[in-house]
């Protein structure tokens, strides 16, 4: 496995098959991590492009395969740089041909590459506040209910 260790983190990047010469092309805004993110799930078996799972599992791993940044453009440039590559080289590997990155995202109903932070739950009110408190009560006043029950029916049975 050879990554060459450049300083650019938002571009266009492939990796290719060093037996085959069949590559995959890909975008990211993070190069460095999404080129892990492909060589794990490659190791785990459970990569979404079956043609270079299949290259992989027939040849020495991680070894057998070479990344290089292609591209560094902006986040806005992705796609049409990526699409661009796709279309002009060779990109065996990838599954999609027609639509790539964040279009094909849309189209499978997946999450766009950007995360939105989760929402926070619902901070308590005064009213939910009162309401866990009159919970506590209740549950209180039902404990003294049955030691009381207890109680009584100790004394009775010492009678």
């Not at 078996?45 to 057998?64: P, V």
């Amino acid at each position: 496995m050879i990554i060459e260790i450049n300083p650019v983190n938002c571009g266009i990047y492939s990796i290719t098959h060093k037996e085959s010469g069949q590559a995959y092309v890909g975008s990211s805004i993070d190069i460095r991590s999404r080129i892990c993110q492909h060589l794990k799930s490659l190791s785990r078996g459970k990569h979404h492009s079956s043609k270079m799972q299949s290259l992989y599992n027939s040849s020495e791993g991680n070894t057998a395969f070479e990344c290089r940044i292609l591209e560094a453009c902006s986040e806005d440039e992705l796609d049409e740089r990526e699409a661009f590559h796709i279309e002009t080289g060779n990109s065996e590997l990838n599954i999609a041909t027609t639509k790539f990155g964040r279009q094909a995202r849309k189209i499978a109903g997946r999450k766009p590459r950007q995360t939105v932070a989760k929402p926070k739950p619902p901070r308590k009110t005064r009213c939910d506040k009162k309401s866990d408190d009159a919970k506590r009560a209740a549950k209180v006043a039902r404990q003294r209910e049955r030691r009381a029950q207890q109680r009584a029916a100790a004394a009775e049975m010492s009678i």
